[in-house]
């Protein structure tokens, strides 16, 4: 099997690795990124982006992932398709195994793998990402002006952003399997203080349907019983998920959610290995921070190979 080595690996194509990529090979250090679908990760999941400073009358998920990986291309950033499915971080020398079996070696890797929302798994969802299905409030909320919409989750961020969301929609319904919420007290005594929230407890959402976007949602409680509810929009908040599958998480020292603690500058428990974006332990989970945190890390990688010759 052919071994190739370089001195950065950044595992990821998203805005926190096309970032990566764009600094890497603005500074001509000898890079490879590698990315296992499309250029651009979740970015690709929604329809319109309306927070990323620059564009004043937003854009796209594809164009803004376009163009992030046409900037890093203008300064020749280095890229290949490959499922990375294990990592070697015992050794200085650190290797990635790819599915097809190829292996690489590189002296720092930029863990840029990202996450995932965690499904509800139900019918509609899927077909209505981006059309009234969101997994984002704080991403979408103003594109619901004036409507009805509901939540699904009882722990802080669904609680939160339920709040959040009653800035722009009429009407927030939160729905909850549980009689009572996770959230923090706090949080809980904002929600019931606050007018445009409603509650479904003891319930589950079963199916989303609606013609051309979301328009109803079919809920069975846990009595068996099954309602219909009228939204505009229902947002899943129940917990995202890392991608992490080809992590070593334990050299990582991964938290209980699988996720990766750095310092400031983006430094994992393993020399020479940094991560940024979704895949880092965090609170926020932003395209704007994911960027940021792809830049912070090409300069600690570049700081670590000074270091090293
Ligand atoms: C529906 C939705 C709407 C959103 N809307 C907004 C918004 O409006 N504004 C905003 O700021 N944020 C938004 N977000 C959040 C934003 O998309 C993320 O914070 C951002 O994409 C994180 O970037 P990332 O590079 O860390 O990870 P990702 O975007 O998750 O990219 C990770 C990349 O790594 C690749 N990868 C993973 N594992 C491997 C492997 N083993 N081998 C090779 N490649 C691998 C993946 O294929 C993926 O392309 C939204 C998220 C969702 C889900």
Request: charged residues 25%; proline residues 4%.
């Amino acid at each position: 099997m052919a071994s190739t080595h370089h001195k950065l690996i950044i595992l990821g194509g998203g805005p926190a690795g096309l970032t990566a990529g764009l600094y890497a090979a603005r500074s001509r250090m000898d890079h490879l990124l590698i990315e296992k679908g499309a250029e651009g990760g979740q970015v690709l999941l929604t329809d319109w982006i309306d927070n990323y400073p620059g564009f004043t009358d937003g854009i796209s998920g594809f164009d803004l992932a376009d163009k992030m990986a046409a900037h890093a291309r203008r300064f020749d950033m280095n890229s290949m398709f490959g499922n990375v499915v294990s990592i070697d971080l015992s050794k200085p020398v650190k290797q990635l195994t790819l599915e097809d079996g190829a292996s690489l070696s590189c002296d720092t890797l930029i863990i840029c793998s990202g996450a995932h929302p965690r499904p509800l798994g139900i019918p509609g969802e899927k077909e209505f990402i981006g059309k009234g299905v969101s997994y984002c409030g704080t991403c979408d909320a103003p594109f619901y002006r004036n409507q009805h919409v509901a939540v699904v989750g009882g722990g802080n961020t669904a609680v939160q952003e339920a709040e959040h969301l009653t800035k722009f929609a009429d009407k927030v319904t939160l729905i909850h399997r549980r009689d009572e919420l996770r959230a923090t007290k706090i949080l809980q005594e904002r929600a019931f203080d606050n007018p445009k929230i409603d509650f479904i407890w003891d319930s589950h959402v079963k199916e989303i349907t609606g013609k051309d976007g979301v328009e109803q949602l079919q809920i069975l409680n846990n009595e068996g019983k099954y309602s219909t509810l009228d939204v505009d929009g229902i947002f899943i908040l129940i917990g995202v998920l890392p991608n992490n599958e080809m992590l070593p998480l334990e050299d990582l020292e991964a938290d209980e959610g699988g996720f990766i603690p750095t310092d400031t500058e983006t430094r994992t428990a393993v020399a020479g290995v940094m991560a940024a974006g979704d895949i880092r332990s965090k609170e926020v989970r932003q395209i704007i921070n994911a960027a940021g945190e792809g830049a912070t890390a090409v300069l600690a990688a570049e700081d670590y190979l000074t270091n090293l010759s």
